[in-house]
C-alpha cells in the first residue's frame, strides 16, 4: 500500500531564508507525487505536481520540488520565504487518477 | 470556468442532530467527487469518493454517508452527530475528462459539534 510520510510536523524559518520541507513515500510501482498548500481556514491549493519527466518541477509562488525515485523523496524548497508563505504543507501521492493520499502535513511558521 | 461551491462555511450543531453538507461542481461533466475530513493534527483523511450518480465508495466506517443524487452533486450526511464528527470538511473534484493532474478542493466547512 502506498503510504505519505512527512517529516516534520511544524517548521519554523526565518523571513527571507531559505526552506526545505520533507516528504518521503512508500509505493512499489510509479507514482503521481503533488504538494498543497493551506492557508488558515480555506480549503487545498495544488503547488505543484510530478507526473513525469524531469525530475525538478517549479510550482507557484516561487516553491520547486524534486522527484528523486531512489530514496523516494519530493522534497519542497523555496529559496527565500515571504510572511504569506505561512500555512500547511500537504504531501500526496497518487498511483491512480481515482485516489490521492495525503500526509499529515507540515505547518510553516515564518518569524520576523 | 470550472467551479466548486461548498456550504455552509461552518456550522456548530448539538451532539446528536442531523448533518447535511453540500458541495456542487460547475463547468465540467462527469467529475470524480471526493469528502475528505480534516481534524487537528490528523492530516485530511479520505471518508467517501464518487465516479458517477449514485456510485459512492466508503473509505472508512463511522457516522457518516454520502450521496450524488445529480451529476454534480455530492452530499455529506449524518443522522446523529458525535463529538467526534467535528473538524475541517473539504469537497474535491476531478475531471477525468482531463489528464490527471491532481484534485480541485473546496474551501470547506468548519464542523463544530457540541
Known amino acids: 500500500a502506498q503510504s505519505v510520510t512527512q517529516l516534520d510536523s511544524q517548521v519554523p524559518v526565518f523571513e527571507e531564508a531559505p526552506v526545505e520541507l520533507r516528504c518521503n513515500y512508500s509505493s512499489s510501482v510509479s507514482v503521481y507525487l503533488f504538494w498543497y498548500v493551506q492557508y488558515p481556514n480555506q480549503g487545498l491549493q495544488l503547488l505543484l505536481k510530478?507526473?513525469?519527466?524531469?525530475?525538478l518541477v517549479k510550482g507557484i509562488n516561487g516553491f520547486e520540488a524534486e522527484f528523486n525515485k531512489s530514496q523516494t523523496s519530493f522534497h519542497l524548497r523555496k529559496p527565500s520565504v515571504h510572511i504569506s508563505d505561512t500555512a500547511e504543507y500537504f504531501c500526496?501521492?497518487?498511483?491512480?487518477?481515482?485516489?490521492?493520499?495525503f500526509g499529515k502535513g507540515t505547518r510553516l511558521h515564518i518569524l520576523p | 470556468s470550472q467551479t466548486i461551491h461548498q456550504w455552509p462555511a461552518t456550522l456548530v450543531q448539538p451532539v446528536g442532530s442531523p448533518l447535511s453538507l453540500e458541495c456542487t461542481v460547475e463547468g465540467t461533466s462527469n467529475p470524480n467527487l471526493y469528502w475528505y475530513r480534516q481534524a487537528a493534527g490528523r492530516g485530511l483523511q479520505l471518508l467517501f469518493y464518487s465516479v458517477g450518480i449514485g456510485q459512492i465508495s466508503s473509505e472508512v466506517p463511522q457516522n457518516l454517508s454520502a450521496s450524488r443524487p445529480q451529476d454534480r452533486q455530492f452530499i455529506l450526511s449524518s443522522k446523529k452527530l458525535l463529538l467526534s464528527d467535528s473538524g475541517f470538511y473539504l469537497c474535491a473534484w476531478w475531471d477525468r475528462g482531463q489528464r490527471f493532474y491532481g484534485y480541485t478542493f473546496g474551501s470547506g466547512t468548519r464542523l463544530t459539534v457540541v
Open positions: 510530478y507526473l513525469s519527466g524531469s525530475t
Open positions: 500526496a501521492v497518487s498511483l491512480s487518477d481515482d485516489k490521492i493520499i
